[in-house]
Each structure stands twice: as C-alpha cells, then as structure tokens.
C-alpha cells in the first residue's frame, strides 16, 4: 500500500495542515481502513513549529482508535483523548504530536538548527526522542539520484525500536526515504 501527506498553508489563520491518508494494499486492509486519516493544524515561525490540534480517525465505526489532541500554549497544557484515555498533561517548550514532530524536524533543518532531543505526547504521557545526525547518502528515486543526509531516531530511556529518515537538502528536506528498526530488523 502507499500512504499520502499533504502539506497546506491555510493564509487566513496564517496556519498550517500537515495530513495523510493511507490507501492499503490487500493484506493491509485487513489491519488499516482507507477511511483512515490523520491531521495536525500547527503554528510555524523563526522559533519552531507549534502544534495546535491532531486528530486521528481510524475508520472504522468504533472510537476506540481514534485520538483528539488540543494544545493551549498560553497554559502550557494539552487535552484530549487517546484511544478512549483521556489526556490532560502540562506540555514542554518544542512538545510534539506525533504528526508535527515530522514538520518540527524538517523547519529546523531549514533553519540551520540540528533537531536535537524533541518531546513528544505518545499515548498518554511525553515521550523524548533524539533525533541524531548520521552520515550522508545518495538515495535512487524516482526524482533522479538524490543527496541526502541520514538521521536517527531514538527515544530516550531505551527503546528497541529505532527510525532512520534520509532527509534532501536540495527538497528542503523532504524526508525521502524512511523505515523503522525494531530488534536489530528493518521493518
């Protein structure tokens, strides 16, 4: 299966609308629904990216894998639910859904700032995930043969899971190529 991001800039509120859409392929179906979308609306400027709302709807009839995020940053808090739990937790500055933390990755490249450590609401508490420069590398694409350099995401604390994005320079650093390791295997 593929699945679809759109980027979009609404001028009115001055804000931004990252969102994507699966469409799986035969076995997959079995697992994610076409229906399914995710959507962050978040604020960008010369200091970073500001999640202000996510939501995720699985597509399916049931709620149960469905999530609300609200961010209040005049209160410093983000309120919601997460696959029925609720959320109520006091954010840290550069706090992250997991939508825009893709966007808080690529603006900081672009602004000559390496991502670092980024906080996170992952379920129903902050995660902290390093994000680490590796080497560079020249990927084949459809694009033609892109440059690219490699960055690593870990999270703190110990995980078995780690994230590999090639990100081009010369595209902004549009992710172009992206997996995940989970003990030791590429998923």
Same mark, same amino acid.
């Given at each position: 299966?593929?699945? %679809?991001? &759109?980027?979009?800039?609404? #001028?009115?509120?001055? $804000? ?11 076995? &997959? ?5 076409? &229906? ?9 400027? &010369?200091?970073? %990216? ?16 469905? /999530? ?14 997460? +696959?029925? +739990? #609720? ?6 500055? /550069? ?15 672009? $602004?000559?700032? +390496?991502?670092?450590?980024? #906080? ?14 590796? +080497? ?20 703190? /604390? ?16 549009? #992710? ?12």
């Amino acid at each position: 299966g593929t699945i %679809t991001f &759109a980027f979009s800039h609404d #001028p009115a509120t001055g $804000r931004y609308t990252y969102e994507s859409h699966p469409d799986p392929g035969a076995l &997959a179906r079995l697992f994610v629904s076409k &229906a399914a979308v995710e959507r962050s609306v978040m604020e960008i400027d &010369a200091t970073g %990216t500001r999640p202000i709302d996510w939501q995720l709807d699985d597509g399916k009839s049931s709620k149960d894998g469905d /999530g609300e995020l609200h961010f209040d940053w005049s209160r410093n808090t983000v309120t919601g639910t997460v +696959e029925g +739990e #609720p959320i109520n937790l006091t954010t840290e500055p /550069g706090t992250q859904d997991r939508s825009s933390i893709q966007i808080a990755v690529t603006t900081a490249l672009l $602004r000559g700032v +390496e991502p670092g450590t980024i #906080p996170l609401i992952d379920d129903n508490r902050i995660k902290h995930y390093l994000y680490t420069k590796k +080497e560079q590398a020249t990927v084949d694409s459809a694009l033609g043969k892109l440059d690219t350099v490699i960055y690593e995401s870990t999270r703190e /604390g110990g995980s078995s899971r780690t994230s590999r994005f090639w990100m081009a320079p010369s595209l902004e650093f549009l #992710p172009v190529r992206a997996e995940q390791i989970r003990k030791g295997k590429v998923e």
